[in-house]
């Protein structure tokens, strides 16, 4: 079984930077993306940005040069920087690791991120 550990959220004014970090634990076999999603109150949940155990990095629509997502792979872990906050930015963030070649995937228990005016 697959554990998430996650990190680093919290509440930070908007223009402000914020660093969320994750790291797997338990047994991780095969090509494998890690990354985070978030869901706003009332909202889908979205990608913001995922990164393979290759190092292809995959970012959505709210990404927009604002983040950079980086891992390792020896540490299994993943760390997400996100600067310009904005309002909108509010949501839990959610870590994911998805196993490809079995098509399951693993999630964190969220973490709260706020962004204040």
């Known amino acids: 079984q697959v554990q998430l550990m996650e990190s680093g959220g919290g509440l930070v004014q908007a223009g402000g930077s914020l660093e969320l970090s994750c790291e797997a634990s338990?047994?991780?076999?095969?090509?494998?993306?890690m990354g985070w999603y978030r869901q706003a109150p009332g909202k889908q949940r979205e990608l913001v940005a995922s990164?393979?155990?290759?190092?292809?990095?995959n970012y959505g629509h709210s990404a927009k040069g604002r983040i950079a997502i980086s891992r390792d792979n020896a540490q299994n872990t993943v760390w997400m920087r996100m600067n310009s906050l904005k309002l909108e930015d509010t949501a839990v963030y959610f870590c994911?690791?998805?196993?490809?070649?079995?098509?399951?995937?693993?999630w964190g228990q969220g973490t709260q991120v706020t962004v204040s005016s």
């Open positions: 994911n690791l998805h196993v490809h070649s079995s098509g399951l995937s693993f």
């Open positions: 338990g047994s991780i076999f095969g090509f494998n993306s």
């Open positions: 990164i393979t155990d290759s190092g292809a990095t």
